[in-house]
């Protein structure tokens, strides 16, 4: 009989592979999900995301930390600027890889963020020292590149912007390791992206440093991104959107005992949470009356007349907090239509630019993790901003991100068909049967990733060594060994 219970012992199994130096592996990057990265006041420091009991996380009462936690809004008079000008003076700070809770806000949790960092350390890597510290498993790392490089990002911003900012960190962890290895040349990094970090490293990979282009249309698929990198590991990300995204835009967050609630005109600023958004082509939301499906969630007029997050006609008093230089109502709701348009256009270009099918480089290695072992909302009825979100369907996922959109199934809402269509080619799919918090601690995950990235053969350099001389030490020998 199968015993669920067994484990792999992850120190004999990959103890000696971490080891190695900087001669032998790449460097590692990790990109944490939604809410995994901590915000701070660029002026002030105060954390307003992520920090340590309620005082952490900014109070949406106080109409200056609600101006802070919201994205920034363009006041009426300058209505043209673009998303990725409206700066309110919060800069990403580390991760917020210590914190509990059952449940988070957008249902990514960021406790998954933290098992990765954990699964690293097994591994021998470090946290880069300008970050917090971590704990790590196995206390190796006396070379320069033992170390795991944390992309903290403003996770409320677009993703093409932060994309532009991490092919930027790409290039300073790899001026730094090519300082260090033997083949510099043809150095790349791997890197591990958890939930909506996947699609912020999908888009740098076809695209690199280019942003969407300002007259409306989609760039060109160049794989600029992927030629800095080698292995890449997605984790429990919804290529294709999730219901959760929806449900918090129209009804924002709850409190919970870690942290305060949200106003839907609050999360409503926030351009990466429409990027989360279900497609219209899937038919996964349906009309509360009819049972028909929606269509378009991309359509601004939508959501004026389901009265949906900023276009809601009670969020005034969220809009005053917001937008203190606008005097009126109708001044402020103008605003707030036009921030939402330019946040639904920015989303439906952006799934766009990931959805158009294309075939990624040959050096590039695209590995996938999906939960597949929990019932996961995968249809709902929906109404106006005042009537309940109904989960009509449910199907197998990880209880945050369907299987299907893992995947970007194009079978669902469409015909079956026996085979997988999908626009991105997965070199390796691994399902797992646990749910979207569980996901980076399971064996399975933790085994598999510490392969590809202490074991796995790289071909790009030669990394044989010539056997000790007759008569060394043991401590002679593991030197040539491991550099």
């Not at 001669?23 to 990057?29: A, F, Q």
């Not at 932060?162 to 790349?188: D, Q, T």
């Not at 279900?278 to 359509?299: C, F, N, Q, W, Y």
Request: glycine share 8%; proline share 7%.
């Amino acid at each position: 009989m199968l015993n669920s219970a067994v484990t792999p012992d992850m120190r004999v199994l990959y103890g000696r592979s971490a080891l190695q130096g900087a001669k032998t592996r790449n460097p590692v990057i990790v990109i944490p999900g939604i809410l995994g990265s901590r915000l701070v006041d660029s002026e002030t420091d105060r954390v307003i995301w992520g920090g340590r009991g309620r005082e952490g996380f900014a109070d949406q009462d106080d109409p200056e930390q609600a101006r802070l936690i919201a994205h920034g809004m363009a006041d009426p008079d300058e209505s043209d600027a673009p998303l990725r000008e409206l700066d309110d003076g919060v800069r990403p700070d580390g991760s917020v890889s210590h914190l509990r809770a059952s449940r988070f806000g957008l249902s990514l949790q960021v406790q998954a963020y933290e098992n990765i960092m954990r699964t690293l350390g097994v591994g021998g890597y470090l946290l880069d020292p300008g970050k917090r510290a971590h704990r790590k498993f196995l206390d190796y790392g006396h070379d320069v590149l033992s170390k795991c490089f944390e992309f903290d990002y403003d996770w409320r911003r677009s993703l093409p912007e932060n994309a532009i900012l991490f092919g930027e960190f790409v290039e300073a962890v790899l001026r730094f390791a090519r300082r260090e290895s033997s083949c510099p040349e043809s150095l790349k990094v791997d890197v591990v992206a958890h939930s909506m970090g996947g699609l912020l490293l999908r888009y740098y990979l076809r695209y690199g440093k280019r942003r969407l282009p300002p007259d409306g249309g989609e760039p060109e698929i160049d794989w600029a991104g992927a030629a800095n990198v080698e292995h890449v590991m997605i984790v429990g990300s919804p290529s294709a959107g999730s219901l959760n995204a929806l449900q918090k835009l129209i009804h924002g967050l709850k409190a919970n005992p870690l942290m305060p609630a949200y106003h839907p005109a609050i999360l409503g600023t926030m351009p990466s949470v429409y990027q989360l958004l279900p497609r219209a082509r899937h038919k996964a939301v349906l009309d509360a009356d009819t049972g028909e499906p929606i269509g378009d969630l991309m359509s601004v007029e939508r959501w004026i007349e389901r009265e949906w997050g900023l276009a809601a006609p009670d969020a005034d008093g969220m809009l005053r907090h917001l937008l203190p230089g606008v005097e009126s109502a109708g001044a402020r709701r103008q605003a707030a239509l036009e921030h939402l348009a330019k946040c639904l256009k920015e989303a439906e270009r952006f799934h766009r630019s990931i959805d158009t099918p294309a075939d990624s480089p040959p050096n590039v290695v695209l590995q996938l993790f999906a939960g597949d072992g929990v019932a996961t909302a995968a249809q709902a009825k929906v109404g106006r901003r005042d009537e309940p979100f109904r989960v009509t369907a449910t199907a197998a996922g990880d209880g945050t991100v369907l299987r299907s959109s893992a995947l970007m199934d194009e079978r669902v809402g469409g015909e079956w068909y026996p085979r997988l269509l999908t626009p991105i080619r997965w070199d390796n799919v691994t399902f797992i049967a646990t749910d979207h918090m569980a996901l980076t601690r399971h064996p399975t995950f933790v085994n598999n990733a510490l392969y590809l990235l202490l074991e796995k053969p790289r071909p790009a350099c030669d990394f044989r060594v010539p056997a000790p001389p007759t008569g060394a030490t043991r401590e002679q020998a593991a030197m040539m060994q491991h550099g």
